[in-house]
């Protein structure tokens, strides 16, 4: 593996492409776990030549690598080289080097090396594995602090609900949370929020919510991450009133809602049938200057069009088209339903705001790989609604457009 690394690595050179610092620390950490430090090194130095500036995982991967060569001194010598650049050595830079010290019989400096770890060390190395969706690793620091006699800190617990968020371990996020309202000062809302996102990936949406209200009634100030993760809930249980008392009140408190949001409300209207509440949030995102994006749009179209909401779909399609957002196959999917069901008046009127070449490649393009199906269903559309109304030129300028799209197909 590190030898295709590094072949890798010395073709992109050749073909005048400049590494970064991402690919040479993947080939450092390639070649370290294959116990060739001479190679890690190589590129440690190389990297400095070129004046990137490696980060601590990369030193510290070189580190391990020349321990396990029984290369005490050479670990040691980055180790200290990473402090005299004032980077702050993580809780595995330590250890290695407190390793090292015991490979060279240095028993004094291991002692010192060891004194020199604090919580605030446990705590970067805690969020450096969270960051990097090591939560496994994360958890095991946390673990070990408390062996070495550290007291998680609010940051400590904030930290490892976020790697137990990412791991999906629901109960003990549950369980740390609540271990950190013993603290002076609890973890942060976007603890919490970690915390109910957890229980909705485990399908326990109820569960939830109902810590959301628990964290109101211990006195959290609900902000934007609690309620991201509220309207989460509501859309994985079909809770529509709530999530619309849920966008309400944001909008009562002046807090700027994203599309995700909006789009998690609309859903959860959207599995209970609910498209007048659709409708509702739709134009709430008007009121507050969101433009909704295909995908909130695309969920108030299935809950139209589940609903045998004709007028209203190809109200938000035009639109839609108007703002020039690409129309996914749901919607063409539904056009076809809807010309069976005689609303070809409807489906023409689309197709006369459609006939702009821009928009219809646009479509076309968003559609990737299913482009050719698109084509042949539009096609159909375009053949039967405008022979039947009549609308020749339309027809004939959509082929048009649509031939060009698809490769002359």
Same mark, same amino acid.
């Given at each position: 593996? #590190?030898?295709?690394? /590094?072949?890798?690595?010395?073709?992109? %050179?050749?073909?005048?492409?400049?590494?970064?610092?991402?690919?040479?620390?993947?080939?450092?950490?390639?070649?370290?776990?294959?116990?060739?430090?001479?190679?890690?090194?190589?590129?440690?130095?190389?990297?400095?030549?070129?004046?990137?500036?490696?980060?601590?995982?990369?030193?510290?991967?070189?580190?391990?690598?020349?321990?396990?060569?029984?290369?005490?001194?050479?670990?040691?010598?980055?180790?200290?080289?990473?402090?005299?650049?004032?980077?702050?050595?993580?809780?595995?830079?330590?250890?290695?080097?407190?390793?090292?010290?015991? %490979?060279?019989?240095?028993?004094?400096?291991?002692?010192?090396?060891?004194?020199?770890?604090?919580?605030?060390?446990?705590?970067?190395?805690?969020?450096?594995?969270?960051?990097?969706?090591?939560?496994?690793?994360?958890?095991?620091?946390?673990?070990?602090? +408390?062996?070495?006699?550290?007291?998680?800190?609010?940051?400590?617990?904030?930290?490892?609900?976020?790697?137990?968020?990412?791991?999906?371990?629901?109960? &003990?996020?549950?369980?740390?949370?609540?271990?950190?309202?013993?603290?002076?000062?609890?973890?942060?809302?976007?603890?919490?929020?970690?915390?109910? *996102?957890?229980?909705?990936?485990?399908?326990?949406?109820?569960?939830?919510?109902?810590?959301?209200?628990?964290?109101?009634?211990?006195?959290?100030?609900?902000?934007?991450?609690?309620?991201?993760?509220?309207? *989460?809930?509501?859309?994985?249980?079909?809770?529509?009133?709530?999530?619309?008392?849920?966008?309400?009140?944001?909008?009562?408190?002046?807090?700027?809602?994203?599309?995700?949001? &909006?789009?998690?409300?609309?859903?959860?209207?959207?599995?209970?049938?609910? #498209?007048?509440?659709?409708?509702? /949030?739709?134009?709430?995102?008007?009121?507050?200057?969101?433009?909704?994006?295909?995908?909130? @749009?695309?969920?108030?179209?299935?809950?139209?069009?589940?609903?045998?909401?004709?007028?209203?779909?190809?109200?938000?399609?035009?639109?839609?088209?108007?703002?020039?957002?690409?129309?996914?196959?749901?919607? @063409?999917?539904?056009?076809?339903?809807?010309?069976?069901?005689?609303?070809?008046?409807?489906? $023409?009127?689309?197709?006369?705001?459609?006939?702009?070449?821009? #928009?219809? +490649?646009? *479509?076309?393009?968003?559609?990737?790989?299913?482009?050719?199906?698109?084509?042949?269903?539009?096609?159909?559309?375009?053949?039967? $609604?405008?022979?039947?109304?009549?609308?020749?030129?339309?027809?004939?300028?959509?082929?048009?457009?649509?031939?060009?799209?698809?490769?002359?197909?």
């Amino acid at each position: 593996m #590190w030898q295709r690394a /590094i072949e890798v690595l010395s073709e992109a %050179q050749h073909h005048g492409l400049e590494p970064g610092i991402i690919t040479f620390t993947a080939c450092i950490a390639a070649c370290s776990s294959s116990r060739h430090w001479v190679h890690a090194m190589s590129l440690l130095h190389d990297m400095q030549h070129r004046g990137l500036q490696p980060d601590v995982m990369a030193v510290t991967s070189v580190m391990g690598s020349a321990l396990r060569g029984k290369q005490w001194r050479r670990s040691l010598d980055l180790f200290t080289d990473m402090q005299t650049k004032c980077m702050q050595p993580g809780v595995v830079a330590f250890a290695t080097a407190v390793s090292a010290c015991r %490979q060279g019989q240095q028993p004094q400096m291991a002692k010192l090396l060891k004194a020199q770890i604090t919580l605030e060390i446990y705590n970067a190395s805690i969020s450096e594995c969270v960051r990097n969706y090591r939560w496994r690793q994360a958890l095991s620091f946390f673990f070990e602090m +408390q062996t070495q006699r550290f007291v998680p800190d609010t940051a400590t617990y904030s930290y490892s609900i976020l790697a137990c968020e990412k791991g999906e371990l629901w109960r &003990y996020a549950l369980h740390l949370l609540r271990r950190s309202f013993d603290l002076a000062s609890p973890a942060s809302s976007a603890s919490c929020a970690a915390v109910m *996102n957890a229980t909705v990936h485990a399908n326990l949406w109820s569960r939830a919510l109902i810590l959301c209200r628990e964290m109101q009634d211990l006195g959290v100030i609900l902000d934007l991450p609690i309620y991201r993760a509220a309207l *989460n809930a509501c859309e994985s249980g079909s809770q529509w009133a709530l999530g619309i008392d849920l966008v309400n009140t944001c909008t009562q408190k002046m807090l700027n809602l994203d599309n995700e949001m &909006y789009k998690s409300a609309l859903k959860a209207c959207r599995a209970s049938r609910k #498209w007048e509440s659709a409708l509702q /949030i739709l134009r709430t995102m008007w009121r507050c200057g969101v433009v909704p994006s295909v995908s909130s @749009y695309g969920a108030a179209l299935v809950a139209y069009a589940e609903q045998s909401k004709p007028d209203l779909f190809f109200w938000l399609l035009e639109d839609m088209a108007q703002k020039r957002l690409a129309i996914d196959l749901t919607a @063409y999917g539904f056009l076809m339903e809807c010309e069976q069901r005689g609303f070809t008046s409807n489906e $023409a009127a689309l197709l006369r705001t459609s006939t702009d070449d821009e #928009w219809t +490649q646009c *479509n076309l393009g968003a559609a990737g790989a299913h482009a050719e199906v698109m084509c042949l269903m539009v096609h159909g559309l375009t053949d039967r $609604a405008c022979r039947a109304l009549g609308e020749s030129e339309v027809q004939s300028k959509l082929k048009s457009t649509l031939r060009a799209a698809c490769g002359g197909g």
